[in-house]
T-cell receptor, first 114, second 112 residues
């Protein structure tokens, strides 16, 4: 079983601060995704990274895929209360043919205080 | 564009009762799956389907049944509810060969 370890598990910061959350594994993934989940809602995809070393930016969010495709990080610049939520990473591995198995981390619960 | 629709949003069951959680998607996705989300446990895969007529077990299948008679619908059945099945259930779909999953809003189930 491939495990994705996310850290920290909880993070509470003030508006305007920067933060980084991590997603680590001992397994190689075909791609890695980040989702954000707000209370009472389902996870919503933020980004998919595919290539080792890839960096993607989504406004104030920067996502990086490790060179070996085993880990990823999410950096948020100048966090805002609207960034509050549960951030989940998910690694994809080919399970045969064109099928992929997704493994989810347990998430980082981010609270941004005004 | 509705995406993935789950019903009901909330449900309370007594131990031993049965029920079906509904999931429908309008994106013509081949792959559909059911997860449960519990505090500290993350999302755990219950059952999945790669197309109509094909289903398979995930990580935690015991106590749950599924069927996939159409591309659009993927219901999850609890045959005899137990308190351990108290959880938030999410249905997700994605296109064959793609990894991006689209989730429903979830069903919060309480078994008393």
């Amino acid at each position: 079983t491939q495990l994705l370890e996310q850290s920290p598990q909880f993070l509470s910061i003030q508006e305007g601060e920067n933060l980084t959350v991590y997603c680590n594994s001992s397994s190689v993934f075909s791609s890695l995704q980040w989702y954000r989940q707000e209370p009472g809602e389902g996870p919503v995809l933020l980004v998919t990274v595919v290539t080792g070393g890839e960096v993607k930016k989504l406004k104030r969010l920067t996502f990086q895929f490790g060179d070996a495709r085993k880990d990823s990080s999410l950096h948020i610049t100048a966090a805002q209360p609207g960034d509050t939520g549960l951030y989940l990473c998910a690694g994809a591995r080919n399970s045969g043919g064109s099928n992929y198995k997704l493994t989810f981390g347990k998430g980082t619960l981010l609270t941004v205080n005004p | 564009n509705a995406g993935v629709t789950q019903t009901p949003k909330f449900q309370v069951l007594k131990t031993g009762q049965s029920m079906t959680l509904q999931c429908a998607q309008d994106m013509n996705h081949e792959y559909m799956s059911w997860y449960r989300q519990d505090p500290g446990m993350g999302l755990r895969l219950i059952h999945y389907s790669v197309g109509a007529g094909i289903t398979d077990q995930g990580e935690v299948p015991n106590g749950y049944n599924v069927s996939r008679s159409t591309t659009e619908d993927f219901p999850l059945r609890l045959l005899s509810a137990a308190p351990s099945q108290t959880s938030v259930y999410f249905c997700a779909s994605r296109r064959q060969g793609r990894t991006e999953a689209f989730f429903g809003q979830g069903t919060r189930l309480t078994v008393v």
